[in-house]
T-cell receptor
Framework: KAGVTQTPRYLIKTRGQQVTLSCSPI?????VSWYQQTPGQGLQFLFE???????NKGNFPGRFSGRQFSNSRSEMNVSTLELGDSALYLC????????????FGPGTRLLVL | GESVGLHLPTLSVQEGDNSIINCAYS??????FIWYKQESGKGPQFIID?????DKRQGQRVTVLLNKTVKHLSLQIAATQPGDSAVYFC???????????FGAGTTVTVRA
C-alpha cells in the first residue's frame, strides 16, 4: 500500500506570494491532518479534515487555510507569505482521524525569501 | 518529590549502550502518548505508544515509561545501533481530540 505523498517536496517563494501544498493520503484514509515544523516552534498542529470537513484547527492566523476533496486528497494554502512561514509542512493521514492510526508523509520544505 | 530525567535537546550515545530520552508533557487531560522517530528528510515515524492507564509498555528494543504524577515520559532504547541516530519526539493527545501536541525533540547521535 502506498504511503502518504506530498507535493511538491521543495518550494521556494518570496514574501507576499501565496503557496498551495498538496497531500494524498493512504488509500482508504479519510482524515488528513497538517502540521508545521520549524526549528524554533517544533511541530505544531495546523488543522484536520475528515470527509471534506474541518474538524479541528490549531492556533494559526487566517492566512493558513486548507480543504479536502471528495477523494480525501487535501491541500493547504498560505497567503501573503512571511519569512517566518519557512518550515517543513507535514501531512498525516488516518482512517478516521484517531491519532493512534496516523501516518506521516515526508513533508514539503518551504523556503520564503 | 519524585526524581525524573531532564529533557535534553541532544544525546550522544556509544553504539551498544542503552539510551534514555526524556519528555515532559503539559496537559493533565492527555490520555494517549506516542514516541516518534524522525530521520533527515523524512516525516515522523511511529515507534511506540502508551495509554494513561499504563505506566510501562515494551516493544522491540524500546520501552516507554509514563509517570502521570509528574507528567513525564521516557523512551528507553536498548543496545543502541547506528540506525537509531535521529530526532525523537514525544507527543500527547486525548481520546476526544484528533490532534497531537508534540514536545521538543531530542537529537540522538550514535558513536561507533
Amino acid at each position: 500500500k502506498a504511503g502518504v505523498t506530498q507535493t511538491p517536496r521543495y518550494l521556494i517563494k518570496t514574501r507576499g506570494q501565496q503557496v498551495t501544498l498538496s497531500c494524498s493520503p493512504i488509500s482508504g484514509h479519510r482524515s488528513v491532518s497538517w502540521y508545521q515544523q520549524t526549528p524554533g516552534q517544533g511541530l505544531q498542529f495546523l488543522f484536520e479534515y475528515f470527509s471534506e470537513t474541518q474538524r479541528n484547527k490549531g492556533n494559526f492566523p487566517g492566512r493558513f487555510s486548507g480543504r479536502q476533496f471528495s477523494n480525501s486528497r487535501s491541500e493547504m494554502n498560505v497567503s501573503t507569505l512571511e519569512l517566518g512561514d519557512s518550515a517543513l509542512y507535514l501531512c498525516a493521514s488516518s482512517p478516521s482521524g484517531r491519532v493512534e492510526t496516523q501516518y506521516f508523509g515526508p513533508g514539503t520544505r518551504l523556503l520564503v525569501l | 518529590g519524585e526524581s525524573v530525567g531532564l529533557h535534553l535537546p541532544t544525546l550522544s550515545v556509544q553504539e551498544g549502550d542503552n539510551s534514555i530520552i526524556n519528555c515532559a508533557y503539559s496537559n493533565s487531560a492527555s490520555d494517549y502518548f506516542i514516541w516518534y522517530k524522525q530521520e533527515s528528510g523524512k516525516g515522523p515515524q511511529f515507534i511506540i505508544d502508551i495509554r494513561s492507564n499504563m505506566d510501562k509498555r515494551q516493544g522491540q528494543r524500546v520501552t516507554v515509561l509514563l509517570n502521570k504524577t509528574v507528567k513525564h515520559l521516557s523512551l528507553q532504547i536498548a543496545a543502541t545501533q547506528p540506525g537509531d541516530s535521529a530526532v525523537y519526539f514525544c507527543a500527547e493527545s486525548s481520546t476526544s481530540d484528533y490532534k497531537l501536541s508534540f514536545g521538543a525533540g531530542t537529537t540522538v547521535t550514535v558513536r561507533a
